[in-house]
């Protein structure tokens, strides 16, 4: 290299470490304080643990004929109480509530209680309860607390299991 594309490439190498390093420092900055948690919550968070699926949602999109647009609404949470087709779900964390919602069933909904088919009279208090509404129809899953579902197949990776045939992961220490 040449005197000259030696001074080009250390300049480049300065800038690009000067906006990194004030990237950092107004990153940094910007972010909440960590002092007071413990380093095991600190990664807990970035691995997704804090942040759960949806528990009310409303999304705009385009109908499946191609014009216009429709609105798809979903609810998740806890079912709280059933009174003929309205069901009354209480949304939120473990601890905390964000709000009770009634919902009415329509009479056509594909409804699915421990990955069974079901009507809204099968779901219980207390069952874990997904309610997905759109102008093309109404679905509801709902699960109790001691349903684990079983392996569909076609999903492997860390949580799925090896593919079939493939040995499993070695024996820990």
């Given at each position: 290299?040449?005197?000259?594309?030696?001074?080009?490439?250390?300049?480049?190498?300065?800038?690009?470490?000067?906006?990194?390093?004030?990237?950092?420092?107004?990153g940094g900055a910007a972010s909440p304080s960590t002092s007071g948690s413990r380093p095991?919550?600190?990664?807990?968070?970035?691995?997704?643990?804090?942040?759960g699926p949806p528990i009310h949602a409303e999304a705009v999109v385009p109908k499946r004929s191609g014009n216009g647009f429709e609105t798809v609404t979903e609810d998740n949470g806890k079912l709280k109480s059933?009174?003929?087709n309205d069901i009354t779900i209480t949304e939120g964390t473990q601890t905390e509530t964000y709000k009770?919602?009634?919902i009415t069933i329509a009479s056509g909904a594909k409804v699915v209680r421990n990955g069974?088919?079901?009507?809204?009279?099968?779901?219980?208090?207390?069952?874990f309860v997904h309610?997905?509404?759109?102008?093309?129809?109404?679905?509801?899953?709902a699960a109790d607390a001691n349903f684990r579902p079983r392996f569909q197949g076609g999903r492997r990776g860390f949580r799925h299991g090896p593919?079939?045939?493939m040995p499993g992961p070695p024996p820990g220490p």
């Open positions: 290299m040449t005197r000259t594309s030696w001074f080009k490439a250390g300049s480049l190498a300065a800038v690009c470490a000067t906006v990194g390093a004030v990237a950092g420092i107004a095991a919550e600190h990664w807990r968070m970035h691995r997704g643990d804090r942040i059933r009174s003929g009770d919602v009634t069974q088919k079901a009507t809204v009279d099968n779901l219980e208090d207390g069952d309610v997905i509404q759109s102008p093309e129809g109404t679905r509801v899953m593919p079939p045939g």
